[in-house]
């Protein structure tokens, strides 16, 4: 969920839009103010709705869909604080075990020698909110697609035996169906020119396909792994696919399952958008490594860039050889102005973050729900991811509820994303993102790839922004 393009040559909504209502309080006391008050819920503010979806729908009942979704989501709101508090807990616990202090917001240049620690305890306390060994929290990873790139070139080499033979061994195995689309060129699964994929390198790749749920097939899994299958790929997050993200539990089955099979056998966790939505991160149940982007969950929406691979010790090693040269590893390169302080503070606010956007992605799916489109995850299923997608049928809406996004965003409401082809990606994407970090996407987005179903995949911390405006 990457790239947007834009058209702001010219203004593509005027700036007071006739179709946009100003908030219209309840309250006769106050007319300049919305009040966010209200004694039977302490969620629902106190304003007439004209939320995006009233905007997108035209139906004047849809602002009181929303109401009523906030309303009755009262306690899995309420479990969601829960899961807020214990993850704040552990990152505040992780914070003092690695005295986390001023001196670490510190930037620095060129090698990055001469750097006060901060990043030494960073990667301390992320290694440990993750149950992890070893930890590396860069701003050199471009994205999560790099970081995992890093972490699957650290585990896997070209067999001697497949080269000879000009036969590739089965070594890369991703057990939950087709990965994220900008690894298909990592891997090999889609051309990339020559440019060092890892099919480039001789490593095969093989997918387990999904259950007809959407789950990961246990069946499949538990024959599925060969003497030469060197690592398993899980995506925890459901990606473009209409699929059911993973918990950390079934994670953890699926490496017992692998491990039973092949003890050799390394395994990679694609982690965008799962952390911090349960209390355990998958190092805890075994995974080797796992990678993902500070623009997602972990930044909190304040990191600017960067990414992490956290795992044990030895592969963490070998991924930052990767990210930088064997030899140099974690000890080289500079974060330069006030990073290093956006990190500690993002990954602080992370939990919160979060569990704001586990939120949004229940009203989402409760008012879709109730307009009748199919929503993955259902409403009021326990979330394992942010993401929520809504299959809209068509391309002419899967457009049209990204622009109604946009309208409603903080930043740049005044422009139009246009459908396009960005990096990595096979298909045309659109994407909507008004947010403060270009590309993030744990504020206010959504975004889709134009093919069917034409499914929209939301991601929403600011979730009361769908409600008054
Ligand atoms: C599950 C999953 N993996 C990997 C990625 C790639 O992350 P990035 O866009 O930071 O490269 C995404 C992006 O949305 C994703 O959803």
């Known amino acids: 969920m990457k790239m947007w393009v834009l058209s702001c040559a010219t203004p593509a909504y005027p700036a007071h839009s006739a179709t946009v209502a100003m908030p219209t309080l309840k309250s006769p006391s106050s007319t300049s103010q919305l009040s966010f008050h209200r004694h039977d819920s302490p969620f629902v503010p106190e304003v007439t709705f004209s939320s ?8 004047p009942l849809q602002g009181n869909l929303v109401v009523k979704a906030v309303d009755s989501l009262h306690s899995e709101f309420r479990a969601v604080d829960s899961l807020v508090a214990v993850n704040s807990s552990r990152v505040l616990k992780a914070f003092k075990n690695a005295r986390v202090g001023s001196h670490h917001f510190g930037g620095s240049t060129g090698y990055g020698h001469d750097e006060a620690g901060g990043r030494e305890a960073l990667d301390l306390a992320f290694a440990e909110i993750v149950g992890a060994e ?10 999560g697609t790099h970081a995992i790139t890093c972490a699957l070139f650290a585990f896997l080499r070209p067999g001697d035996e497949s080269i000879v033979l000009d036969k590739f061994d089965y070594q890369l195995l991703a057990v939950a169906g087709a990965p994220y689309d900008t690894l298909e060129e990592v891997i090999g699964k889609r051309d990339c020119g020559g440019l060092g994929s890892l099919k480039d390198f001789g490593v095969e790749y093989r997918e387990v396909s999904l259950d007809e749920d959407g ?14 299958t060197k690592c398993a790929l899980i995506q925890r997050s459901c990606g473009y696919s209409w699929r059911r993200s993973l918990s950390v539990n079934d994670i953890g089955k699926a490496i017992k399952m692998i491990k039973m099979q092949n003890p050799d056998c390394l395994v990679m966790v694609d982690n965008c958008y799962g952390e911090f939505v349960e209390s355990i991160e998958p190092p805890a149940v075994g995974a080797d490594l796992v990678a993902g982007s500070l ?15 956290a795992g044990k010790k030895k592969w963490v090693e070998a991924a930052a050889a990767r990210l930088s040269a064997p030899g140099l590893g974690i000890d080289c390169g500079s974060t330069p102005g006030d990073i290093m302080r956006t990190y500690f503070q993002g990954l602080f606010l992370s939990p919160q973050m979060v569990g704001e956007a586990i939120k949004g992605s229940f009203l989402i799916a409760e008012v879709m729900a109730s307009k ?4 993955q995850p259902l409403p009021r299923e326990t ?4 993401v929520q997608a809504v299959q ?6 899967l457009l049209a509820f990204c622009e109604a996004v946009q309208r409603s965003s903080p930043v740049g409401s005044f422009t139009k994303p246009i459908a396009g082809t ?5 298909s045309e994407v659109i994407f909507a993102d008004g947010t403060f970090i270009d590309g993030s996407t744990s504020e206010l987005s959504c975004d889709g790839p134009l093919r069917e179903p034409f499914a929209v995949y939301c991601q929403v911390s600011e979730w009361l922004i769908l409600v008054p405006f």
């Open 52 to 59: 995006l979806f009233m905007e997108f729908f035209t139906n």
């Open 134 to 143: 070893s930890a590396i929290v860069r701003s050199q990873f471009f994205s």
């Open 215 to 228: 789950g990961l097939d246990w069946d499949a899994l538990k024959v599925a792994l060969k003497p030469h």
């Open 295 to 309: 623009i997602k969950n972990p930044g909190g929406t304040i990191a600017p860039c960067g990414g992490y691979v």
């Open 372 to 375: 009748g489109y199919k929503v």
């Open 383 to 386: 979330r394992h991811d942010i």
């Open 392 to 397: 809209l049928g068509n391309r002419e809406r």
């Open 422 to 426: 960005t990096p990595g990606y096979a």
